[in-house]
C-alpha cells in the first residue's frame, strides 16, 4: 500500500478559548428557553385553574422531551459537527418559546403541553457541547472545560430569576418575544464565530447500529443512570423548586423565582470545579461526594426547615453536592480509554508466564440442515472488511493457497472497497442469494453484521469467521489470529521499552465499534494499569481504515499535544505507516516512537529509517491459510462443537479456545534486526 500523504497544515488547536464560550453562551441561552415554563408555572395554574398533577405535567414535559431528545441530537452532532447543530437548534429553539407565548395568550393547557413538548429541543443541546468541547481539549484538562461549558446550565437560573421580572416590567408577550431573539442572535454568532475542532472528523455511519452497539455496553446504563440522579435530580428540582417554594413556603412568583435562581447558581458554580476535581482525584470519589452530599440535604429539606436561613442553607448546599457531580459523570465516562470495549480483560502477567486456559462450552452458531459436502467440491466466498489493502491482500493470498493445497475449493475474495459495514452485510445478502456452500468474514462490526450472517446459517451455508469477529452466534468458528491479551501486552511492553514507563500516547484506531481493535484497546489499557501504571493515555481518534485520514489523524495529534506526545500506537494495518509517514514528516522520529499493527512490507522503510523500531503483528497469510482450513474441516466434520484443535495443513494443528475460536498463535514483533526476513 502506498504510505505517501499530503504535507500537512498546521492544525493546532487555536481558539478553542473562544469556541468553549460561545458554546457556553449558546447552552445557556437554549437552557433559559427550556425553562421558560417553570419559573411562570404558578401563573399558569392561576389562571388556568390547574391542580398539583396539572402543574407537574406542564413543568416536566419540555424537561422528558428535552433528556430523551439527546440521543438523536448527539447522533447527529457526530456527523454535522458542533457549528451546525449549535446554530439549528438555537434558532429553531425560538419557535416553541412563540408558539408557547401564543398558548399562554389564548389559556389553551393542551397547547401549553403540546408546544411545551416542542419546546423539549432547546434542552437537547448539551448532547452538542460536549463532544464539541472535548474534541477541543486533552483528556487531561476535559473535565475542567466540559465542567466550565456545563456552568451554561445557568440558564435555568437566568429564567428563574428574570423570566417572572421581565413578565412583571415588560409583559408576557414582550418576554417570549425578547427571548426568541436572543435565541436568533446567539445562533447568528455561533455560525460566524464558532468552528469545530480541528480534532473532529464527521463519523457518517449509520445511526442505529451504533445506538443497539452502545445499547449493549454496561457502561452505557450506568453512566446513564448516575447522569439522572445527578443532572436530572437537579433539573426536577429547579424546575419545580418555584412551585414548591410557593406551596410550602408561600413565597410570590418572584422571590420564589430569586431563591431557584440562588440554587441554579450554586450547582453552576460547583459544576466546574466538579470537573476540576475529577481531573485531578478522579470521577468515582466526587461522585460519592455528591450523591451522600445530596442526599443528606434530601433528608433534611424533606422535614421542611424555617425558611431563609435553615431552608436556605439546606437548598444551597444540595444544589452544590448535585452540581459537584454533573461533570464527574461525564468525566468517569471519558476516563476509560475510548475505542475499548465493555467486555471483561485478562491481562496477562507482566513477564512471560504464559496465561493458563480455560475451558469453554461451544458458544458459535450452527446451520441449519446443511447440505452433505463432505469429501466434495465446495464453492465460498471471502468477504473480508474491504478489498484492495496489502493486509486483505495477504489474508486472501493465504486462503487460495489453502484452496489450491485442498483441491476441492473454489473460493474468491470480494468486498467493499472501503470499511463500511453496510456495504459489507450487502455483499454477503448477495452471496446468499445467489448461493454459496461457505462464507469467509472479517467483521466491520460485530453486532450490526450478525443478522445477515445468521440468515446464512439459517440457509445451511456454513459461516467461518476470521481477523474480527461477530457475535459468536452469528458463526460457527472464528479464527483469532492471536488472543487479545497477547496483543494488548506487545504493545504495551514495545512501547514502554522505547518511550519509557512514564511516557504519554495517543492512539490512531479504525473505528470505536470495529470488535478486533475494541478488544486489543481494552486490553492494553487492563495491561497497562497492571503492569506498566505510570503510561499516561492522551485520547484515540477514529480514521475508517483510510490511509490520508489516518495520515490527518496523526498530525493533529502531534500538532494539538506537542512536547507531551511521547508515542502514537496504531491499531490497523493502514493507521500504522500513515501514523510513521506522519511523524517522519513533522520531523519528530526519534522524538514519538509509532508502536503499531501492520504489514512487514508497508513499514520497512520506517524501520530501516529507525523512525519505527516495533511492529507487532502475525502473518495474515497464514490467517487466511488457517481460515481456508477451518472451513473445509466444518464441511467435512472434522471440526464440531467439542473440538479442542484442528488441523491446518503446514500450521499443524491449531488449538480451539474460548469456546469456538481456533488460535492462529501469539503475536510476533517485526523489528529492524528480522523484518527483512518477510515478504508480505
Given at each position: 500500500m502506498?504510505?505517501?500523504?499530503?504535507?500537512p497544515?498546521?492544525?493546532a488547536?487555536?481558539g478553542?478559548?473562544?469556541?468553549?464560550?460561545?458554546a457556553?453562551?449558546?447552552?445557556a441561552i437554549t437552557?433559559?428557553a427550556?425553562?421558560i415554563?417553570g419559573?411562570?408555572a404558578?401563573?399558569y395554574a392561576?389562571e388556568?385553574?390547574?391542580?398539583?398533577?396539572?402543574?407537574s405535567l406542564?413543568?416536566a414535559?419540555?424537561?422528558?422531551?428535552?433528556?430523551?431528545?439527546?440521543i438523536?441530537?448527539?447522533?447527529?452532532t457526530?456527523?454535522?459537527?458542533?457549528r451546525i447543530?449549535f446554530?439549528?437548534?438555537?434558532?429553531?429553539?425560538?419557535?416553541?418559546?412563540l408558539l408557547v407565548m401564543?398558548?399562554g395568550?389564548?389559556g389553551s393547557y393542551?397547547?401549553?403541553?403540546?408546544f411545551g413538548?416542542?419546546?423539549?429541543i432547546?434542552?437537547?443541546?448539551f448532547a452538542?457541547?460536549?463532544?464539541?468541547v472535548n474534541a477541543w481539549?486533552?483528556?487531561s484538562r476535559r473535565?475542567?472545560?466540559?465542567?466550565?461549558?456545563?456552568?451554561?446550565?445557568g440558564g435555568?437560573?437566568?429564567?428563574?430569576l428574570f423570566?417572572?421580572?421581565?413578565?412583571?416590567?415588560?409583559?408576557?408577550v414582550a418576554?417570549?418575544?425578547?427571548i426568541?431573539?436572543a435565541?436568533?442572535?446567539?445562533a447568528a454568532?455561533v455560525?460566524?464565530?464558532?468552528?469545530?475542532?480541528?480534532?473532529?472528523?464527521?463519523?457518517r455511519d449509520?445511526?442505529?447500529?451504533?445506538l443497539?452497539?452502545a445499547?449493549k455496553?454496561?457502561v452505557?446504563?450506568?453512566m446513564?443512570?448516575?447522569y439522572?440522579?445527578?443532572?436530572?435530580?437537579?433539573?426536577?428540582?429547579s424546575?419545580?423548586?418555584?412551585?414548591?417554594l410557593k406551596?410550602?413556603?408561600?413565597?410570590d412568583?418572584a422571590d420564589?423565582?430569586a431563591?431557584?435562581?440562588?440554587?441554579a447558581?450554586?450547582?453552576?458554580?460547583?459544576?466546574?470545579?466538579g470537573?476540576?476535581l475529577?481531573?485531578?482525584?478522579?470521577?468515582?470519589?466526587?461522585?460519592?461526594?455528591?450523591?451522600a452530599g445530596a442526599?443528606i440535604?434530601a433528608?433534611v429539606?424533606?422535614f421542611k426547615?424555617?425558611?431563609?436561613?435553615?431552608?436556605g442553607?439546606?437548598?444551597?448546599?444540595?444544589?452544590?453536592?448535585l452540581?459537584?457531580g454533573?461533570m464527574?459523570?461525564?468525566a468517569?465516562a471519558?476516563?476509560?480509554?475510548?475505542?475499548?470495549?465493555?467486555?471483561?480483560?485478562?491481562?496477562l502477567?507482566?513477564?512471560?508466564t504464559?496465561?493458563?486456559?480455560?475451558a469453554?462450552?461451544?458458544?458459535g452458531?450452527?446451520?441449519?440442515n446443511?447440505?452433505?459436502?463432505?469429501?466434495?467440491q465446495i464453492?465460498?466466498?471471502?468477504v473480508?472488511?474491504?478489498?484492495?489493502?496489502?493486509y486483505?491482500?495477504?489474508?486472501?493470498?493465504g486462503?487460495a493457497?489453502?484452496?489450491?493445497?485442498?483441491?476441492?475449493?473454489?473460493?474468491?475474495?470480494?468486498?467493499?472497497t472501503?470499511?463500511n459495514i453496510?456495504?459489507?452485510?450487502?455483499?454477503i445478502?448477495n452471496y446468499i442469494?445467489?448461493g454459496v456452500d461457505?462464507?469467509?468474514?472479517?467483521?466491520n462490526?460485530p453486532v450490526a453484521?450478525?443478522?445477515?450472517?445468521?440468515?446464512?446459517?439459517?440457509a445451511?451455508i456454513r459461516?467461518?469467521g476470521y481477523d474480527?469477529n461477530?457475535?459468536?452466534?452469528?458463526?460457527?468458528?472464528?479464527?483469532?489470529?492471536?488472543e487479545?491479551n497477547g496483543?494488548?501486552?506487545?504493545m504495551?511492553?514495545?512501547?514502554?521499552?522505547e518511550?519509557g514507563?512514564?511516557?504519554s500516547f495517543?492512539?490512531?484506531?479504525?473505528?470505536?465499534?470495529?470488535?478486533?481493535?475494541a478488544?486489543?484497546?481494552?486490553e492494553?489499557?487492563?495491561?497497562a494499569?497492571k503492569?506498566?501504571p505510570?503510561?499516561?493515555w492522551?485520547e484515540?481518534?477514529?480514521?475508517q481504515?483510510d490511509?490520508v485520514?489516518s495520515?490527518?489523524q496523526?498530525?493533529?495529534?502531534?500538532?494539538?499535544?506537542?512536547?507531551?506526545l511521547d508515542g502514537?500506537?496504531?491499531?490497523?494495518?493502514?493507521a500504522?505507516?500513515?501514523?510513521?509517514?506522519?511523524?517522519t514528516?513533522?520531523?519528530?522520529c526519534?522524538?514519538?516512537?509509532?508502536?503499531?499493527?501492520?504489514?512487514?512490507?508497508s513499514?520497512?522503510?520506517y524501520v530501516?529509517?529507525?523512525?519505527v523500531k516495533?511492529?507487532v503483528?502475525w502473518?495474515?497469510?497464514?490467517?487466511?491459510?488457517?481460515?481456508?482450513?477451518a472451513?473445509?474441516?466444518v464441511?467435512?466434520?472434522?471440526?464440531?462443537?467439542g473440538a479442542?484443535s484442528?488441523?491446518?495443513?503446514?500450521l499443524?494443528d491449531?488449538?480451539?479456545?474460548?469456546?469456538s475460536?481456533i488460535l492462529?498463535?501469539a503475536?510476533?514483533?517485526?523489528?529492524?534486526?528480522?523484518?527483512?526476513?518477510?515478504?508480505?
Amino acid at each position: 500500500m502506498s504510505t505517501t500523504a499530503p504535507t500537512p497544515t498546521s492544525t493546532a488547536l487555536q481558539g478553542r478559548t473562544l469556541n468553549l464560550w460561545l458554546a457556553l453562551l449558546a447552552f445557556a441561552i437554549t437552557f433559559w428557553a427550556w425553562n421558560i415554563i417553570g419559573p411562570l408555572a404558578v401563573q399558569y395554574a392561576a389562571e388556568l385553574d390547574l391542580d398539583a398533577t396539572q402543574q407537574s405535567l406542564l413543568v416536566a414535559t419540555p424537561v422528558i422531551v428535552g433528556s430523551l431528545g439527546r440521543i438523536l441530537t448527539g447522533a447527529l452532532t457526530d456527523r454535522y459537527g458542533g457549528r451546525i447543530m449549535f446554530t439549528i437548534l438555537t434558532a429553531v429553539s425560538a419557535i416553541p418559546v412563540l408558539l408557547v407565548m401564543f398558548a399562554g395568550l389564548i389559556g389553551s393547557y393542551v397547547l401549553l403541553i403540546v408546544f411545551g413538548f416542542v419546546l423539549g429541543i432547546a434542552g437537547t443541546t448539551f448532547a452538542i457541547g460536549i463532544p464539541f468541547v472535548n474534541a477541543w481539549y486533552e483528556p487531561s484538562r476535559r473535565g475542567f472545560a466540559t465542567g466550565l461549558f456545563g456552568a451554561g446550565m445557568g440558564g435555568t437560573a437566568l429564567s428563574s430569576l428574570f423570566t417572572p421580572r421581565m413578565v412583571a416590567w415588560w409583559g408576557y408577550v414582550a418576554t417570549h418575544i425578547a427571548i426568541a431573539v436572543a435565541l436568533l442572535v446567539v445562533a447568528a454568532l455561533v455560525w460566524f464565530l464558532m468552528r469545530d475542532s480541528p480534532a473532529w472528523k464527521p463519523n457518517r455511519d449509520p445511526v442505529l447500529p451504533k445506538l443497539a452497539a452502545a445499547s449493549k455496553l454496561a457502561v452505557t446504563w450506568q453512566m446513564a443512570f448516575l447522569y439522572a440522579v445527578t443532572f436530572g435530580g437537579f433539573v426536577a428540582f429547579s424546575t419545580y423548586l418555584p412551585t414548591y417554594l410557593k406551596e410550602v413556603y408561600s413565597f410570590d412568583l418572584a422571590d420564589a423565582g430569586a431563591r431557584t435562581a440562588g440554587f441554579a447558581i450554586a450547582a453552576v458554580v460547583a459544576r466546574p470545579v466538579g470537573g476540576w476535581l475529577s481531573d485531578k482525584i478522579g470521577p468515582p470519589i466526587v461522585l460519592g461526594i455528591s450523591l451522600a452530599g445530596a442526599a443528606i440535604m434530601a433528608v433534611v429539606i424533606a422535614f421542611k426547615p424555617p425558611p431563609e436561613l435553615a431552608a436556605g442553607t439546606s437548598f444551597v448546599l444540595m444544589a452544590l453536592a448535585l452540581g459537584l457531580g454533573l461533570m464527574s459523570g461525564a468525566a468517569y465516562a471519558q476516563s476509560a480509554w475510548t475505542g475499548g470495549d465493555d467486555l471483561p480483560t485478562s491481562p496477562l502477567a507482566c513477564d512471560d508466564t504464559p496465561a493458563t486456559p480455560v475451558a469453554k462450552e461451544f458458544d458459535g452458531g450452527q446451520p441449519t440442515n446443511p447440505p452433505d459436502r463432505k469429501g466434495q467440491q465446495i464453492t465460498v466466498v471471502d468477504v473480508p472488511k474491504l478489498i484492495g489493502i496489502g493486509y486483505f491482500n495477504a489474508t486472501s493470498k493465504g486462503i487460495a493457497e489453502a484452496a489450491a493445497e485442498l483441491g476441492n475449493v473454489d473460493v474468491k475474495t470480494d468486498g467493499p472497497t472501503q470499511a463500511n459495514i453496510d456495504q459489507q452485510i450487502s455483499f454477503i445478502d448477495n452471496y446468499i442469494t445467489s448461493g454459496v456452500d461457505g462464507i469467509l468474514f472479517a467483521a466491520n462490526d460485530p453486532v450490526a453484521i450478525a443478522p445477515v450472517l445468521k440468515k446464512a446459517l439459517g440457509a445451511g451455508i456454513r459461516v467461518v469467521g476470521y481477523d474480527a469477529n461477530s457475535t459468536p452466534d452469528a458463526r460457527e468458528w472464528f479464527v483469532n489470529q492471536a488472543e487479545f491479551n497477547g496483543i494488548g501486552k506487545a504493545m504495551i511492553d514495545a512501547f514502554a521499552k522505547e518511550a519509557g514507563e512514564d511516557a504519554s500516547f495517543a492512539i490512531v484506531t479504525s473505528t470505536f465499534t470495529t470488535p478486533n481493535q475494541a478488544r486489543w484497546i481494552s486490553e492494553m489499557a487492563a495491561y497497562a494499569a497492571k503492569c506498566h501504571p505510570n503510561l499516561k493515555w492522551l485520547e484515540t481518534v477514529e480514521a475508517q481504515e483510510d490511509n490520508v485520514l489516518s495520515f490527518n489523524q496523526a498530525t493533529t495529534l502531534i500538532n494539538k499535544y506537542g512536547d507531551e506526545l511521547d508515542g502514537l500506537l496504531g491499531m490497523t494495518s493502514v493507521a500504522t505507516p500513515a501514523t510513521a509517514e506522519a511523524v517522519t514528516q513533522a520531523g519528530k522520529c526519534g522524538q514519538i516512537a509509532v508502536v503499531g499493527l501492520a504489514t512487514p512490507n508497508s513499514m520497512k522503510p520506517y524501520v530501516e529509517k529507525d523512525c519505527v523500531k516495533s511492529v507487532v503483528l502475525w502473518n495474515p497469510v497464514d490467517l487466511g491459510y488457517a481460515a481456508m482450513y477451518a472451513m473445509r474441516a466444518v464441511v467435512d466434520g472434522e471440526l464440531v462443537p467439542g473440538a479442542t484443535s484442528v488441523k491446518a495443513g503446514k500450521l499443524g494443528d491449531l488449538q480451539v479456545i474460548n469456546g469456538s475460536e481456533i488460535l492462529l498463535g501469539a503475536p510476533f514483533v517485526f523489528t529492524k534486526e528480522n523484518i527483512g526476513q518477510f515478504d508480505f
